[in-house]
């Protein structure tokens, strides 16, 4: 089983380890000396073993670069990054899930691996595997193996209450992802359990949790603020820093991908609004999204356009930058708008907020004097 991943990513190229976060760049004649010596099976070049030594303290003397190395090739997409939508199927039944109705969907396997070595020829070197809840799919094994085999760095979205099974734990030790992400609902078995819907959810994500960290895999936490939990904000941070993990925190609700406002009802009182200003992203350009029935389109929410990527192949990755370039042009309510420069939401999200009928405040934080159009 390979040690490190060397591949091009980007117009660069890089050498990266699974289960870690951290990376090493490399210049594209040292990439090519590399896959010389995979190919012929020789030794590792001396020059790698320094850096490799100082940035994992992972020591490469004496040892061939197979299967050591896991050199990918070069390819003439350049898709650095993708989510995966394994299925829309839950075991919780969070009110303020983006997803709206989680029906169990899904591929059978051949359509599934043809999907990942699409992506793998599609350049992906970072891969997000997520649902509705990933790991209760029956064939996350196998694509979460394969993804791994193919050698892409695996991130998990997951709520965490099946990584105590000991099947599961074992996969994901032996095969580290770079990041193991749990979404965390609240610092109380009553909350977390009223959020979830579902009792005994608290208890499985503790299980789930401790397990993983005691076996050493890279938990973050994604602290999740709204109206039924942020009572409880400093005990989840509580939580978090007793663990001694990273967090992130999200507390603005979203209309589902498809435009439906339940969700909104969830958001907290006290947390949220909040967003950065917008200033692009690469949706389309270098990063994509696939669905559960393997349908490409340039990001989670940007669902209006999307590509059969089984039956129009690579050939059809051609077409999400001009979708994305569409997509997120001001349209609608905030086209000739003189503050779109300054605005903190995505078109395509802002056009699921007007779908749910949401207050302007919810997705635009100028006040209603500040707006004006040309």
């Not at 609902?185 to 959020?195: M, V």
């Not at 929410?301 to 001001?330: C, F, M």
């Not at 802002?350 to 405040?361: E, M, S």
Request: charged content about 20%; aromatic content about 6%; glycine content about 10%.
């Amino acid at each position: 089983m390979h040690e490190l991943i060397v591949s091009p990513f980007l117009g660069n190229h890089l050498v990266v380890r699974p289960g870690s976060p951290k990376g090493l760049k490399v210049p594209k004649h040292r990439y090519l000396e590399l896959q010389q010596a995979a190919e012929a099976d020789g030794a590792i070049p001396g020059w790698l073993h320094k850096p490799v030594l100082r940035q994992w303290g992972l020591d490469l003397r004496g040892q061939n670069a197979r299967p050591a190395l896991l050199v990918r090739d070069t390819v003439s997409h350049e898709y650095g990054r993708a989510s995966y939508e394994v299925n829309m199927a839950c075991n919780w039944e969070c009110p303020h899930c983006y997803l709206g109705l989680k029906e169990d969907t899904g591929m059978e396997w051949s359509d599934r691996e043809l999907l990942l070595y699409l992506l793998r020829d599609a350049g992906v070197l970072w891969l997000q595997l997520t649902g509705g809840e990933p790991t209760i799919d029956r064939q996350f094994p196998a694509v979460y193996s394969l993804a791994y085999e193919l050698g892409m760095m695996i991130e998990v979205l997951t709520n965490g209450s099946r990584l105590h099974n000991p099947l599961l734990l074992s996969l994901l030790t032996e095969r580290r992802p770079y990041r193991l992400t749990l979404s965390l609902y609240g610092a109380t078995e009553e909350s977390y359990d009223r959020l979830t819907q579902r009792r005994g959810a608290w208890k499985a994500f503790r299980r789930g949790v401790d397990a993983a960290l005691e076996a050493g895999l890279p938990v973050e936490l994604s602290v999740i603020v709204t109206r039924d939990n942020e009572h409880e904000i400093d005990a989840m941070y509580d939580l978090a820093r007793s663990l001694d993990v990273r967090t992130r925190e999200y507390n603005n609700m979203t209309p589902t991908y498809f435009g439906s406002g339940e969700t909104l009802s969830a958001q907290a009182l006290t947390r949220g609004g909040q967003r950065g200003v917008f200033t692009g992203c690469d949706a389309g350009h270098t990063s994509l999204h696939v669905d559960p029935l393997g349908m490409a389109s340039i990001c989670k929410v940007a669902r209006d356009k999307q590509l059969p990527l089984l039956t129009e192949g690579l050939d059809g990755l051609s077409k999400l930058g001009g979708i994305a370039d569409q997509a997120l042009l001001r349209q609608g309510g905030c086209s000739g708008c003189q503050l779109s420069e300054q605005c903190s939401t995505c078109m395509p999200l802002a056009q699921r907020y007007r779908q749910a009928n949401a207050p302007l405040g919810s997705y635009c934080q100028h006040t209603p004097k500040e707006v004006t159009t040309a």
